[in-house]
């Protein structure tokens, strides 16, 4: 599949967040010249400087999440003179945007910036899940009062409002009575469209990390998290999720909603990381929301233990495939089962020495974090091991860090 030395073609990678580097190894493994472009102070970050072909950095936006297209379009046109860019592909999901912006511009394939927002846009993806017949939670715009008050006079509350272009669970409002809602927007000002008001359904949390070609899910993973992201986020504790047993009903019926959710949303070839609820009032399952790239929080390396496939590098091989105009195929599969715990530390280089099952097969070495793999031919064994160490890490690590506002690099 590595293309020859006369023909290698420029794939414009955009990060302004540490992430992605078995994506550009892969990438240029399989023979394309990557160039990576960064924000400054990730200049000095652990990037594979040996395999790219120009790194470039610019300034980071004032809000990261708003980083601007306009100014990453007129960098993509200053290394456009000199290299034919082929394919352009934002390696977090705060970049899309402006990845697209770069693609419409340059006539370039892949999703332009209407594709794009059904896979960043929180109230335009909830509105094509529901358009489609998927079961999503209800929900309302926030742009007119008479609809807002509309909706929390027929949607029993307690409701969230939600940013909708911010991950991990950042910048989400409980909203108890219909009184608290309305100072709560005045105090986002201009930014008070940006948001959405969902009815709060109390379950578990589960995602779904996918690889899809030619508009066919080729790969689903259930997994299910040991408490929802946005109580970690907001009340603290520690983070853990684990590979489904396959054959269980909860697998089976993620693996249908995430199949008709990409469908919906228009998924033609890609990794996805989507999230879903499992309602404690009647068991079933409704679409949270969905991402265009992979997995955080060491879900890819979760992926990789369990299943022997690095969403990064199928990533990569499916913009090669697509660019070369090839067939995409899954590498050889195997069926274990892996799952993570993750907390702060109150230690600056934790020691989990402690910790010694044959199970664990990676360990985290992070300041201030600390962080265990684990991998079972049994999902119940995984399971076992994640809940003895979420016990144990909040006696011999655990520290608590508020929630952010906004999203930091």
């Known amino acids: 599949m590595a293309l020859d030395d006369h023909s290698r073609p420029t794939m414009l990678c955009i990060s302004t967040y540490e992430k992605g580097q078995a994506f550009l190894r892969e990438a240029a493994r399989l023979g394309c010249d990557a160039i990576l472009l960064t924000v400054e102070k990730l200049a000095n970050a652990d990037w594979p400087k040996d395999v790219l072909a120009e790194f470039h950095t610019m ?25 034919k860019i082929a394919r352009v592909v934002a390696l977090d999901e705060f970049d899309l945007e402006c990845a697209a912006l770069v693609r419409e511009h ?14 960043r846009d929180k109230l335009a993806m909830r509105m094509g899940a529901r358009a489609a017949g998927v079961a999503v939670p209800e929900f309302s715009g926030v742009f007119n009062d008479a609809d807002l008050s509309a909706f929390m006079d027929s949607v029993e509350g307690p409701w969230l409002l939600k940013p909708r272009w911010n991950a991990s669970a950042i910048g989400i409002k409980k909203i108890a009575r219909a009184e608290e809602l309305w100072p709560a927007l005045d105090s986002l000002g201009e930014l008070r469209t940006h948001h959405l008001l969902e009815r709060f359904v109390p379950g578990e949390i589960f995602h779904v990390e996918g690889v899809t070609w030619d508009g066919e899910v080729l790969f689903a993973a259930p997994h299910k998290y040991g408490q929802p992201p946005m109580q970690t986020m907001h009340e603290g504790g520690i983070f853990t999720t684990r590979a489904l047993d396959r054959d269980s009903d909860d697998a089976r019926a993620l693996r ?12 033609k070839a890609g990794v996805t990381h989507s999230e879903f609820i499992k309602a404690h009032v009647d068991g079933k399952f409704y679409f949270l929301e969905t991402a265009a790239r992979v997995g955080g929080a060491y879900i890819a ?5 369990a299943n022997g496939l690095n969403p990064w590098v199928e990533w990569a091989r499916i913009e090669v495939a697509a660019l070369r105009r090839e067939q995409y ?56 091991l994640l809940e003895e160490y979420g016990r144990r890490f909040l006696i011999d690590f655990y520290a608590r860090m508020d929630a952010p506002d906004k999203p930091s690099a």
């Open 106 to 119: 340059m006539r370039l394939p892949g999703m332009g910036q209407t594709a794009t927002r059904f896979f």
């Open 59 to 83: 300034p980071e936006a004032d809000v990261p999440e708003r980083q601007a297209p306009e100014q990453v379009r007129r960098i993509a046109d200053s290394i456009a003179k000199r290299r």
């Open 329 to 384: 195929a899954l590498p050889q599969l195997r069926e274990g089962y892996a799952g993570s715990v993750i907390s702060l530390a109150r230690q600056q280089e934790p020691d989990t020495s402690a910790y010694n099952d044959p199970e664990i097969v990676h360990r985290l070495h992070k300041h201030h974090h600390a962080g265990l793999i684990v991998r079972s031919e049994s999902a119940a064994r995984v399971e076992q």
């Open 301 to 305: 390396d979760v992926v990789e233990y």
């Open 256 to 267: 249908a909603i995430h199949r008709d959710t990409l469908a919906a949303l228009g998924m």
